[in-house]
């Protein structure tokens, strides 16, 4: 079946412009997730959506940084006034349940900020 | 910081040859733990879990293995093939479903 899907796959921007970067995830899955992951590191929590709850946000680098998610599925990640050590990329995400299952990834947002 | 940590950041091994990735956590209240492999320009793609009340979990031609005693993790994968080369990552979840990465290894196959 379709995987997570995410959009662009890649988006060069200027600095101080905003992004949005858009997440599709598996039909049914009720948990979705961002992490960042910049070049030649491991990934950086961002934020988690499970179902109705309120999302932990709690890996959000700055203010600048924000994601809803609609209806449950789609969810999109907003970056503000972007800066070049924004210049990653950005996966997302999602799982079926709660608790102990793995995640799903996407093939992530490459993000240049020039 | 970081709960999950990996010792080796390279591993280069012979094509054919036995792989073995490591990792270390730091909670010993860890219950679940998950290898993945990711290949350049994709996302992290699932491999293999394992839950505390096992120390060994085999799938196809890879073993976990769980030393609780250590806090140790270990990745094996059996008859390295070039399409294993990847970045492998252990993971942990923290409360709930949070998954927390370690720096990841880099595994070449050399043919």
């Known amino acids: 079946g379709a995987g997570v899907s995410q959009s662009p796959s890649n988006k060069v921007t200027e600095k101080g412009k905003d992004v949005e970067l858009r997440c599709d995830p598996i039909s049914g899955h009720t948990a979705l997730y961002w992490y960042r992951q910049s070049l030649g590191q491991g990934l950086e929590f961002l934020i988690y959506f499970q179902g109705n709850s309120a999302p932990d946000k709690s890996g959000l680098p700055s203010d600048r940084f924000s994601a809803e998610r609609t209806g449950g599925s789609v969810s999109t990640l907003t970056i503000q006034r972007t800066q070049q050590e924004d210049s990653a990329v950005y996966l997302c995400?999602?799982?079926?349940?709660?608790?102990?299952?793995?995640?799903?990834f996407g093939n992530g947002t490459r993000l240049t900020v020039t | 910081g970081e709960s999950v940590g990996l010792h080796l950041p390279t591993l280069s091994v012979q094509e054919g040859d036995n792989s073995i990735i490591n990792c270390a956590y730091s909670?010993?209240?860890?219950?679940?733990f998950i290898w993945y492999k990711q290949e350049s320009g994709k996302g992290p793609q699932f491999i293999i879990d394992?839950?505390?009340?096992?120390d060994k979990r085999q799938g196809q031609r890879v073993t976990v293995l769980l030393n609780k005693t250590v806090k140790h993790l270990s990745l094996q994968i059996a008859a390295t093939q070039p399409g294993d080369s990847a970045v492998y990552f252990c993971?942990?979840?923290?409360?709930?479903?949070?998954?927390?990465f370690g720096a990841g290894t880099i595994l070449r196959v050399k043919s």
């Open positions: 995400a999602s799982s079926p349940l709660k608790g102990n299952s793995p995640l799903h």
């Open positions: 394992i839950r505390s009340n096992m």
């Open positions: 909670n010993s209240a860890s219950d679940y």
């Open positions: 993971a942990e979840p923290q409360w709930g479903n949070k998954l927390v």
